[in-house]
């Protein structure tokens, strides 16, 4: 399954490089692939035309998943991935749009992805350009007063083409995300500015299709529940794996857990 492939593509590349943030790229990668196998317009061997659907990563951090997934779906060769976050690599940590093809926007300070999609798509809106704009929040993210911003003016321009999805694993670098900041009505805050929202599983790929697949008279908002570590039992829920890498041993077991080395 694409998925799993995905994900041990995720392991092997944090483990090769001794990296970190294989946590919030694991508790993604079901979004991903609903959306680059199911749902984006999109041609890898045409990465550029115009009328494209365009996906923007805006906790950057995550990027292991995203290289994996373009890996996945054609984008550029699996090889690649092996110069992910290493000296002399070319895939770096933070995403960087102009290292592959299919990243549309660099990122790692969070906060500005939204703001950025939004632009797309009053660009987009402005040349008739039927593209459709997804961005993918985490919910840590959700603290910056920059989404918050770019959540009202979605809503004052009734923009119907384009598409949040909030990655709500529950933690972020220091803790428990509704320890820090409680958002445990992340729906409601969505809702109440005007987003057409929806709440679901973020590992269940056929309510995701089907969600992100539903007529928009305006901005919508997926709050997506996920679990941090997703797929690998050991790091599941586990804050630690927000910056650790696997050893040797944990990496065979994260390996075979997904089905194979």
């Not at 102009?98 to 992805?113: C, F, R």
């Amino acid at each position: 399954m694409n998925n799993q492939n995905i994900r041990k593509s995720i392991i092997h590349m944090v483990h090769y490089s001794k990296s970190s943030h294989v946590g919030t790229c694991l508790s993604i990668v079901d979004i991903l692939t609903v959306l680059y196998f199911s749902v984006l317009n999109i041609d890898p061997q045409r990465p550029s035309k115009k009328d494209r659907d365009r996906f923007i990563l805006s906790k950057g951090h995550g990027s292991a998943a995203l290289y994996a997934t373009l890996a996945e779906r054609g984008f550029f060769p699996k090889a690649y991935l092996d110069k992910y976050y290493i000296d002399g690599g070319i895939l770096p940590g933070h995403l960087d749009m102009e290292a592959v093809p299919g990243i549309e926007t660099s990122a790692g300070s969070l906060g500005h992805g939204l703001s950025i999609g939004i632009g797309m798509a009053i660009a987009n809106k402005q040349s008739n350009n039927p593209g459709h704009i997804y961005v993918l929040l985490g919910d840590g993210e959700c603290n910056e007063g920059s989404v918050w911003e770019a959540v009202m003016l979605a809503t004052t321009l009734k923009l119907n083409n384009i598409t949040v999805i909030i990655d709500y694993n529950k933690l972020q670098s220091f803790g428990r995300t509704n320890e820090v900041i409680n958002q445990e009505n992340m729906a409601d805050r969505w809702s109440a500015f005007g987003w057409q929202t929806y709440e679901v599983d973020g590992h269940n790929m056929e309510e995701l299709e089907l969600i992100f697949n539903l007529e928009q008279t305006g901005p919508k908002a997926v709050i997506a529940h996920t679990t941090k570590g997703k797929g690998v039992s050991y790091m599941e829920d586990k804050l630690e794996w927000h910056y650790k890498s696997p050893n040797d041993e944990q990496y065979i077991t994260a390996m075979r857990e997904l089905g194979g080395m």
